[in-house]
């Protein structure tokens, strides 16, 4: 693990791609600014293993999470044939 310091108003750069950025420095709690680009997943710790341990329950149930489509359901859903294209340079600000 890279261990890395800074200060408030100080950012990380990762793969050219994601800036980490200190936005405040209260006591023990940082508050991290993160602009990373949209096909970025970007999670708490906390909130990332809680989608780990949903998506391992769902595998191990043995029951399908969506129910299977007749083919004549899925000819008449047309939000199914809805294909929105994300822009790739697009990027968003996520802070916790």
Known sequence: MLILSR???????????????????????????????????VHRQEVYDEIQRSNHEALTTGKPIVPRLTRREHRSAPEAALVVPRDQNYTRTVTH
């Open 7 to 41: 200060k408030s108003n100080e950012s990380v750069v990762i793969d050219g791609r994601i800036l980490v950025k200190v936005i405040r420095l209260d006591g023990d709690v940082v508050k991290l600014g993160i602009e990373a680009p949209a096909d970025v997943p």
